[in-house]
């Protein structure tokens, strides 16, 4: 089993720039497709990004393509979101995940999560 633990989420002026990091316990991580997904209170969680588990294959949700970078330390086993020109709608709690077996953007097909970090975008 997979324990998940994000870290860097904050609050930013629209515009600017946050990295977010989720560190994997559990052993494994290396086999692991891993994503990120946002969600406001009393709404659906929504997919952001995902990452094969050689990083050689990304997935990005049409929202923020070309802003938003995926990457991941295999060696480290955590995964990290690079996020630029952030905008007051990109204000969520961001949630890492790892799936086992299908490299998706449903909420789903994932079977581990970590406990969110709170990104705030002010305008």
């Known amino acids: 089993q997979v324990q998940l633990v994000e870290s860097g989420g904050g609050l930013v002026q629209a515009g600017g720039s946050l990295r977010l990091s989720c560190a994997a316990s559990g052993g494994g991580f290396s086999r692991y497709y891993m994503g990120w997904f946002r969600q406001t209170p009393g709404k659906e969680r929504k997919f952001v990004s995902a990452i094969s588990p050689n990083g050689g294959n990304t997935r990005y949700a049409d929202f923020v393509k070309g802003r938003f970078t995926i990457s991941r330390d295999n060696a480290k086993n955590t995964v990290h979101l690079q996020m630029h020109s952030l905008e007051p709608e990109d204000t969520d709690v961001y949630y890492c995940?790892?799936?086992?077996?299908?490299?998706?953007?449903?909420?789903?097909?994932?079977?581990?999560w970590g406990q969110g970090t709170q990104v705030t975008v002010s305008s």
């Open positions: 995940a790892a799936a086992q077996r299908y490299f998706m953007t449903t909420v789903s097909t994932y079977d581990y």
